[in-house]
């Protein structure tokens, strides 16, 4: 167990937080709700913009950069939008600081410098960006415009975590104009289907694709789309959504396009995003009470390799051995460190980079210099290993497939255990309590319902899967009728 | 000459902007000041950014992300600093919006939601930074520290011209801390040789290292080095700078160290930084009056093909060879767009990619199907030449690597010819009226005489060339002794 982080098991809460601050991830800045995303964090967060931007310019799509500021009449045009996002806005009312004359070497905001309209600090962009669209849609052929936005973005939160929920966070937004509705919503299930790829493929995270229900809508949307996953504590995290836009934002915009048949029609619109509540979500998966363990695709470092010695001389020896299988594999395209530091003992290097979820840890000793042989240790499992110098540029490779696939296989062996189903409502309250996790039960379809549920079990519909089976059943709450099963959960 | 752009000889200033919004690289939004960069102009923001990281990294640098909001008290801490930047600060000083009760579905600002302490959205982030770093920095041990950050900044400029000057821009601004002050020069300077390598490498962009004068030196800075570019109006255009901090930010923000010798000291600092603005710079030192000239390295499109057809099996004979031409040219790395609209004819699309400044323009007409030829023409020079297919893959990269030696020398040599060393004020005057570009005189190194000189010539001191050979020499101004010329100019 690391030093002053408590286990999963006697703070679940207060180990994330404690994981992320030791493990030198991020810390809350002196900034109301803002956090500063320390190095190794931000490198985490810059393999993931990697893996994602090629997947959305494999799918055709192109990044821009839209303003910060949003006037508040630009706000308020989609109302929806706006009323979903009015509460927690941060507002720029004035332009320019002046000396405060009551009070030298200290500024006052300038009473002359009000802006005539406020700006909004964009929670969101669908706002700016379809005031923008409607000049550059006139034709069909204009269409479809597809274009993702790598931003900061500002929801003034009032409860806020590291990663998980802050008033600034980093995020990318797609924002896809069409001319057909078929194709806004192959456009959605599409970016769904990225998402999911890449929390699959890259972060190790099984997730469950699914429609959210009309209350966890996003504001001006007509279907939102998500990914949910489940944490350790068998909470769920919603990792990515892909909303179904409509027509709203064009209607509020004024966007209409001259169809290939010579018709006046309003633009077909969607949005979607991840942000870096991702990097929340990887640690909560797959750490341990021993610090983070961190999938092979996003580790900023692979390996680490650690030189046990008595003296300069075998200091010495073993360095030029750790170099030669450092080149070796960085040569493989392998980000390497080797620990060379000699104010620490191997005990602490070793503590440090499990801390850190560093994938593979090399130990080389005068014996194994001796003997043409490495220890070599897995993150994930903590099992060693002596493997052999001469087949070490074989095994690495091999080891860190494995240690993705493993920890994936995990996760998901877990969110397996820990999703029940049941059919009537004391069962439902009785896992909710007792084992907590997925539950898969009937709802009749209606918010209120759902709001009940809410109240009285603070569980929400995480989504109705996509490939939910038709099945008659009946509501849990309401004994009304249900075509198919929905997934409850209490959410981050 | 492309349509409704004026030639430079006839408008300068609007044939720039004429091209911005032409060639599809931006255009004002409607929020006050800020840009909107549409993907053409983005992915040139994207290379150089892929360049400059790359650079960043490979001098130890890493990346990180501290808040956009710099509270008001933080931010007057460095007075020099705060100063500077107080006048055109953007301001949040509330955190919600609410219902008009006057105004069905209209928001207003609630006056219920005003902060305790006013935000400053960052000018730039000195002040956060430093604020930080007081927690990470104890002993020697934690320097240096050598952060980067990718981000945009908002300045309220109350003239704006795209990518030039917005109120919202993009760039990078590196902070770092050290333990020394020799250090901390050593630093500043190798960033200062960052930057210019990147200018002449990536942009093709000659420049002139130097340092500012006391008038011209960052708020906060003890030093402020930057590389200056010529345009081809024969101004000059800061392209990027470097500063020395010395110990106040450390100051400011009592950033103190234990020193392997057990002092506790002030820590030193430097910061840098390049914006969207070198896009501007880019498109003002070599572009033509047909378009944009881009160099190689940066050009988002490095090869169009254009098919010259009569006929659909003209069109599909031609389309075969075209699309193993660019499979080809894909698989050496290069960025190939084969434009086979059948909306456009020939001409139309020449004109088009010359506007957006594609180095290598390839046509293929029947003939050339028959002879084993395309037709190659260099947006440069404007000078075309038949070039056997089978010899394709070795000239176009050859041509290439031509095109942007080729772009740089021609940039050269123009600074060179408007480049004048004076000696009397008289001169001064008169080269500046009727020939521009850059003035080399003396100067008795006062404020006061640069202050007289630039309201009666618009000339700044640009820098104080760091290759400057020492010379005696009389101060055109004051008639006082200087040690070494200095160059002026007017500038963006």
New interface residues.
């Given amino acids: 167990m690391a030093k002053g982080i408590p286990t999963r098991e006697e703070d679940y809460a207060q180990w994330y937080i404690e994981l992320v601050k030791q493990a030198d991830l991020a810390?809350n800045?002196?900034?109301r709700g803002?956090?500063?995303?320390?190095?190794y964090g931000?490198?985490i967060?810059?393999k993931m913009q990697q893996a994602l931007d090629k997947m959305f310019k494999d799918t055709g799509h192109?990044?821009?950069?839209?303003?910060?500021?949003?006037?508040?009449s630009?706000?308020?045009a989609e109302?929806k939008n706006?009323e979903g996002f009015?509460?927690?806005?941060?507002?720029?009312?004035?332009?320019?600081?002046?000396?405060d004359p009551d009070n030298k070497?200290?500024?006052i905001?300038d009473p002359n410098a009000k802006l005539e309209e406020?700006?909004?600090?964009r929670p969101t962009s669908e706002a700016?960006i379809w005031?923008?669209y409607k000049?550059w849609i006139q034709s069909y052929r204009d269409l479809p415009i597809l274009?993702n936005q790598w931003?900061?973005v500002?929801r003034?939160e009032m409860r806020t975590r590291l990663f998980l929920r802050t008033a600034?966070f980093?995020w990318q937004e797609g924002h896809t104009a069409h001319a057909t509705k078929e194709e806004a919503i192959a456009e959605t299930e599409q970016m769904l289907d990225v998402y999911a790829a890449f929390a699959e493929e890259f972060m190790a995270l099984p997730v469950i694709k699914g429609r959210k229900s009309e209350n966890e809508r996003f504001p001006g949307a007509l279907d939102t789309y998500c990914i949910e996953a489940m944490m350790q504590d068998g909470k769920a995290l919603q990792a990515g959504t892909s909303h179904f836009l409509g027509q709203n934002f064009a209607n509020a915009f004024d966007v209409k396009f001259t169809s290939k048949e010579g018709k006046l029609e309003y633009v077909w619109g969607t949005s979607w995003g991840v942000s870096t509540r991702l990097i929340g979500a990887l640690i909560m998966a797959h750490s341990d009470d021993d610090g983070l363990i961190l999938p092979p695709k996003l580790a900023p470092i692979h390996v680490v390799i650690v030189p046990i010695f008595k003296t300069e001389e075998e200091f010495n020896r073993i360095s030029d051995k750790a170099n030669e299988i450092a080149k070796a594999l960085r040569k493989q395209g392998y980000s390497v460190k080797y620990d060379n530091r000699d104010t620490q003992k191997p005990g602490f290097k070793f503590a440090e980079w499990e801390l850190k979820g560093v994938p593979v840890r090399i130990a080389i000793g005068p014996r194994d210099l001796e003997n043409g042989t490495v220890e070599v240790a897995r993150r994930d499992t903590k099992s060693k290993q002596v493997i052999a110098l001469a087949e070490l540029e074989q095994s690495i490779p091999a080891l860190l497939d494995d240690i993705q696939q493993n920890i994936y296989n995990r996760a998901l062996t877990f969110r397996t255990n820990n999703t029940t189903a049941v059919n009537t409502y004391e069962e439902f309250k009785k896992v909710l309590a007792e084992k907590g996790g997925f539950v898969s039960a009937h709802w009749d379809g209606t918010p209120e319902t759902e709001q009940k549920i809410k109240e009285e079990t603070k569980a929400t519909i995480r989504c109705i899967p996509l490939d939910a089976k038709e099945e008659e059943g009946k509501c849990i709450y309401s004994g009304q009728p249900s075509k198919r099963r929905v997934l409850f959960a209490q959410a981050y």
Same sequence: chains 1, 2.
């Avoid at 803002?34 to 190095?39: A, G, H, L, N, T």
């Avoid at 821009?64 to 006037?71: D, R, W």
């Avoid at 406020?118 to 600090?121: A, G, K, N, R, T």
């Fill in positions: 810390e800045s002196d900034v803002c956090m500063v995303i320390k190095p931000y490198s967060w810059e192109v990044n821009a950069y839209f303003p910060l500021f949003v006037p508040k630009m706000f308020e109302e706006a009015a509460k927690e806005c941060a507002i720029v009312t004035h332009y320019r600081l002046k000396n070497g200290k500024l905001v406020e700006l909004v600090v700016i005031n923008t000049k274009i931003a900061n500002v003034w600034e980093l």
